[in-house]
DNA sequence: CATGAATGAGGTTTCATTCAT
DNA sequence: TATGAATGAAACCTCATTCAT
């Protein structure tokens, strides 16, 4: 592409990747204006294709939403999997290791902007809401829940409420997430996330933490 | 309904709560599909009335969806005021108290819905969130900062980051508002949400508490 | 309309006819070029309105064509009940009238372009093609079936096959329907066109008619 | 199938009959969706070969339609030259010859949707009906025409027009192709559709026949 | 010769907004 | 005030045609 500095070829044969720059550019104008206030042809212009060779990829705008967020949920999958992992370990190590694990996730803004998209598509595309719950929301709440019920059990913790508390953990994380951006209240390369994540894990550690295990 | 004229007259004289009317309606179908998939003749119906006459009371769609965040502002303002006062008392239950507040809040599905729909449009819509941040965000999460600075000054709590540990505060409680809903994680009137918010308190003030001042 | 001098108002309130106007368009245009190189924008401009008021009336170009053909269908009807009443009587002057209504029927444009077009789109729309089959074809035929298996019963008619002859009495009719205006093998107002049903009447009578029944 | 090269090879080397290929999937898709709702696309796959093979042999998609009807033609052309020789026999049996040529020829679909798409594309494509008016219908129309007026010369057939007279001829024959299978009057290959003939040759010289010559 | 990815004009349909009544 | 028919600017999507390979 960049290769042959004569001039831009006006067709491109067989980018195997063409598919992927598709929903590359229409997540970042769904994240910008949203489904509905994005059209097809910004998108192709975005991907750096015409409006007709987006249909070539995806039979409907609507397919393109749903391919975005099926692509979002495999390498959340993937970490839920190392989730299931951590459970054997020391519950607080565990808890540990976990939130700075959903930090990074989230800090990567074509993972994290999925949920922004769902928040707000949520009424339209009920399927996509549904399949999003299962795979991600589900899971992840269920992985964190078994880990605090674990430490709960081992005496590492107080005796919380496990699946309510794994809501305790992940809602500031999450609510920063959706929030931040919006609402300046922290730039995304703001080295206060980092000190936003250690303050949060500080105040949940010693919120959770059973008498004897508190650090001074 | 149409033979009862005493309830709903079908000639309302100078009804002043026409335009009221017709922000609920907006409301309710803007969070139900958002603002670009909700057609102004859908406002119409809901609120009872003809498509233009919206146009009576309202210039244009966004300047629907404007008055609607004005009006959801300035209850939470009083909120705030109110926090402004609990500033005086106590720290720790102040902190209880306004936990209460912003939970009670967020249960008014009107207030609660805002935040919801400024997040889908914000995109759209940058001088929205503006306001919204400036009137809501930033006074709330003001006060909210200098009520824990108290606490620590007092003695009552850890030596947090002010800053941080107030969005520790409101994370989960935003979060719980923002998803919910949308992934059926509690339906609207589930009794589990007072034990979430009791859980969440929980956790919070044996995480901020200072050594001596914790409960058992 | 033509009672204001002025102006040609630009909105023109309830005009009952309207979607006749729109049917009657579409007919024109759907004649002329077909139905699906007929742009929606061409039957409105024809019918006097806006692109988009068609689709107050009707909510698809598909649905134009339909209700286009239901339209033709209803005088049809009433033609073959008149049919049905004809039974009754002498079956060669019944016949005799049969063909005059028949000619008369196609010689109305509205009428005799809706088989043409129904030909043109049986394969895209066959519920189309089978509503007309229905209601005219099989209720045309099996009058004139009937109409001359009396004919043959009473004498007056050669023992033909009632079924077939139908066919033979009605096809002349309909191939110059269909094709005279494409083929300009006669125009619309030829004074030939009386003179075709008379040498269609003539040449049928003699060779429908029993020996003893011929005229000179 | 690719695994027998005998039967198909998949690289047909200057295949002549390519061209011939084209034209039959087009003819094909034609007459079930007519001209407009066919895509180039389907001639090019239902022939076996890519869309851009199509446009080796063809211009363009009109030029497909025009190549059609032009192949479907010659051998209406030579038909009608065998009716020149048919003139010269005894009338009665050469319209009797004829209907039986005429009813073979319109029994092949190939030949026969020809009519039909030229009824449904007539507004769109004029010099494709005019030169189907002058090579068929003319020159057929004419030929039939002077078989009558001779018959008529001869005494054989009563003193009939014979120009209005050769339409009652090809009249029901015409309309049978066009609307049989379009109404499912008659199957394909229904042993009723020799019937008809029969049924319409019998009318037929009976009407046409003068006195004498009538058969019983 | 042959392919099929790519283009882009153009068609159907939607909907915010206007305005005669 | 209130109505809702009417407008027209897009938006989504299709498909005839081109052209690099």
Redesign the pocket.
Known sequence: MASTPTKR???????EA?PDEVLDAALDLFIARGFAA????DIARRAG?????V??YY????AILEALVQRSILPIAEQVAALGRLETGDPKAALRSLIDLIGDGLAEPRVAAIPKIIVGEAGNFPQLVESYRRQVIERGLGALTALIRRGVELGQFRPVDPELAARNVVGPLIAHLLLARIFSIAPADDPRARRFLDSHLDILMNGLAAEGERKA
């Open positions: 070829p006006k067709f491109r044969r067989r980018a063409r994005t059209r097809v042809e294709l015409s409006k007709g060779a249909y070539l039979p409907s705008k609507e």
